[in-house]
């Protein structure tokens, strides 16, 4: 007979995914949360806040745009993007960050920690404590901290505290340990705010849910344009919560073929990628079980990715899942590629993508000019580009890709 406990593990897996694998002080408040989220989704009231908050201040719905130029460029399918790029704060994490506010908020706590790479997600965290008046404590490695200036300033304007992490290879899994350890010190009054479909349970499945508001007007959005489902849905693929949120609500339906793109890098056959479904194998990390780019050890691998938000050597279990049962394919990109096609979108259509939704547009291209005009694709284009604009002008002017 399984324990309870075992009973509600089990119900954190996709498959043989997932789980909470952590060390005991980190049960107490997983479990908490688990509880209150399940209490909380079920309630009206919270979400109707929710869907408030989205519409007046992240701007949703946000359109479901034919990209007509595009689509002439590629000469086939009709290429259709979720427009992501145009929340407040300019990508999908914000879905998250707001949901998991709402939830710190009704749970009576007061300050939000949060870790960050690139400085993205720790920009959405700043812009929600401030919005629901949290503290906020944002930890990032000291390189990070280096690297994007811009993203700690932004935070910092926003009223969060950035906390630079000195410890280790000073990146973003050293601002994880340090991030964790501080929660699990002080989670009777801090919400630990994670970025994307990955983490111990319940973090994917909350994730999740919060994305899922992508696929819900996605899928109003394409029947009310051509009558009919999409024949594809393309997303590109980091932890994998943009992704998992415009498919969810599809996954259900047989016709509709689903891709994820993963970034290959300088390309699978070397070691310098993220394509943790394409080229991993099953193991745990950050307390959780996934496809991962791991060595003999089970230690994660160096990953690689000129798209900030795709350099992750996991993926979210529900994806791992997906992958398994084939109900989702997954391709990849390489970095030149996402590149070209970084500039292609910006000339033809007026918008310039993010380098992580760059990699889903070249796949959605690719595979455009194998199909006839009545098929459809929707793409999600998780972000806006501006924050890549100056790195993608310095590698030009040091002639990389070129
Ligand atoms: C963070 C980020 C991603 C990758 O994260 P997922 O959880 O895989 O969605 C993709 N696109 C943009 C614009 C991002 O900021």
């Given at each position: 007979?399984?324990?309870?406990?075992?009973?509600?593990?089990?119900?954190?897996?996709?498959?043989?995914?997932?789980?909470?694998?952590?060390?005991?002080?980190?049960?107490?408040?997983?479990?908490?949360?688990?509880?209150?989220?399940?209490?909380?989704?079920?309630?009206?009231?919270?979400?109707?806040?929710?869907?408030?908050?989205?519409?007046?201040?992240?701007?949703?719905?946000?359109?479901?745009?034919?990209?007509?130029?595009?689509?002439?460029?590629?000469?086939?399918?009709?290429?259709?993007?979720?427009?992501?790029?145009?929340?407040?704060?300019?990508?999908?994490?914000?879905?998250?960050?707001?949901?998991?506010?709402?939830?710190?908020?009704?749970?009576?706590?007061?300050?939000?920690?949060?870790?960050?790479?690139?400085?993205?997600?720790?920009?959405?965290?700043?812009?929600?404590?401030?919005?629901?008046?949290?503290?906020?404590?944002?930890?990032?490695?000291?390189?990070?901290?280096?690297?994007?200036?811009?993203?700690?300033?932004?935070?910092?304007?926003?009223?969060?505290?950035?906390?630079?992490?000195?410890?280790?290879?000073?990146?973003?899994?050293?601002?994880?340990?340090?991030?964790?350890?501080?929660?699990?010190?002080?989670?009777?009054?801090?919400?630990?705010?994670?970025?994307?479909?990955?983490?111990?349970?319940?973090?994917?499945?909350?994730?999740?849910?919060?994305q899922s508001i992508i696929g819900r007007e996605a899928r109003e959005q394409i029947i009310e344009a051509t009558g009919k489902l999409p024949d594809y849905l393309v997303a590109c693929v980091g932890g994998g919560s943009n992704a998992i949120g415009l498919f969810h609500p599809f996954l259900e339906d047989d016709g509709v073929a689903i891709i994820g793109?993963?970034?290959?890098?300088?390309?699978?056959?070397?070691?310098?990628?993220?394509?943790?479904?394409?080229?991993?194998?099953?193991?745990?990390?950050?307390?959780?079980?996934?496809?991962?780019?791991?060595?003999?050890?089970?230690?994660?691998?160096?990953?690689?990715?000129?798209?900030?938000?795709?350099?992750?050597?996991?993926?979210?279990?529900?994806?791992?899942?997906?992958?398994?049962?084939?109900?989702?394919?997954?391709?990849?990109?390489?970095?030149?590629?996402?590149?070209?096609?970084?500039?292609?979108?910006?000339?033809?259509?007026?918008?310039?993508?993010?380098?992580?939704?760059?990699?889903?547009?070249?796949?959605?291209?690719?595979?455009?000019?194998?199909?006839?005009?009545?098929?459809?694709?929707?793409?999600?284009?998780?972000?806006?580009?501006?924050?890549?604009?100056?790195?993608?002008?310095?590698?030009?002017?040091?002639?990389?890709?070129?």
């Amino acid at each position: 007979m399984a324990t309870k406990k075992e009973e509600l593990l089990r119900e954190g897996f996709f498959g043989d995914y997932g789980g909470r694998f952590v060390p005991p002080p980190l049960e107490k408040p997983l479990q908490e949360l688990t509880d209150a989220f399940q209490r909380l989704r079920e309630q009206p009231s919270f979400q109707e806040e929710l869907a408030f908050h989205l519409k007046h201040f992240v701007g949703r719905p946000n359109p479901l745009y034919l990209a007509e130029r595009l689509t002439d460029y590629a000469g086939g399918a009709k290429i259709f993007l979720k427009r992501e790029d145009l929340n407040h704060t300019g990508s999908h994490k914000i879905n998250n960050a707001m949901g998991q506010a709402l939830l710190a908020r009704e749970l009576g706590k007061k300050r939000l920690i949060a870790e960050t790479g690139a400085g993205q997600h720790g920009v959405a965290t700043a812009t929600v404590a401030s919005f629901f008046d949290l503290e906020c404590t944002v930890f990032m490695g000291a390189e990070d901290v280096i690297r994007q200036q811009m993203n700690v300033f932004r935070m910092e304007l926003l009223g969060a505290e950035v906390v630079s992490v000195e410890t280790g290879t000073r990146t973003l899994k050293d601002a994880v340990d340090k991030a964790l350890e501080t929660y699990a010190g002080d989670f009777e009054n801090s919400f630990y705010l994670l970025g994307s479909a990955v983490g111990p349970h319940p973090y994917p499945t909350i994730v999740r849910d919060f994305q899922s508001i992508i696929g819900r007007e996605a899928r109003e959005q394409i029947i009310e344009a051509t009558g009919k489902l999409p024949d594809y849905l393309v997303a590109c693929v980091g932890g994998g919560s943009n992704a998992i949120g415009l498919f969810h609500p599809f996954l259900e339906d047989d016709g509709v073929a689903i891709i994820g793109v993963e970034p290959a890098g300088e390309g699978l056959g070397t070691n310098q990628h993220a394509a943790s479904i394409s080229r991993g194998s099953p193991g745990i990390i950050h307390g959780f079980k996934c496809y991962t780019l791991q060595d003999e050890k089970g230690q994660p691998l160096p990953v690689h990715s000129i798209a900030p938000g795709l350099d992750y050597p996991g993926v979210g279990p529900e994806h791992s899942y997906l992958r398994d049962t084939g109900r989702i394919s997954y391709e990849s990109i390489t970095d030149r590629e996402a590149l070209e096609t970084f500039r292609l979108l910006s000339k033809e259509e007026g918008i310039i993508p993010a380098l992580e939704s760059a990699h889903a547009v070249a796949y959605a291209i690719r595979l455009a000019k194998t199909l006839t005009p009545e098929k459809t694709i929707v793409v999600n284009l998780s972000g806006r580009g501006d924050k890549d604009v100056a790195q993608v002008a310095r590698y030009e002017e040091e002639g990389l890709y070129k």
